[in-house]
């Protein structure tokens, strides 16, 4: 959390600077965002499959989310996707973060 709020910061601070210095801060803004959804999510997955019989289970859904955060930044790495042509496709790119951080306890729930 304290990544996601000081990047998001320093971004908020220098912003004003020029374009391609506010591109560049923007970067590290969302890759904080993609970070601060995959360190949150670690704990829910990781402690209540820790009881039951599903281990398999449990390091799909931590590779899942881990994939899908590496994904979402490396794509904001990209000139084009980081663009504001593509301002919707990063918003479904971190839509499909949040539900794959969603999707083990979904199934936590289901498995009860």
Known sequence: MIVCLGLSAVYHL????????????????????AILIMGSSYPPIFYPFACQ?????????????????????????????????????????FGVLGISAMAPLIYLDNLK
């Open 53 to 93: 019989p599903v281990f398999g289970t449990r390091d799909m859904f931590l590779a899942i989310i881990t994939t899908s955060s590496v994904i979402a930044f490396a794509s904001l790495c990209n000139k084009t996707l980081a663009s504001g042509r593509c301002r919707a496709f990063r918003g479904v790119l």
């Open 14 to 33: 220098f912003r004003c600077l020029g374009k391609e210095e506010e591109d560049r801060l923007a970067l590290f803004d969302y890759g904080g965002i």
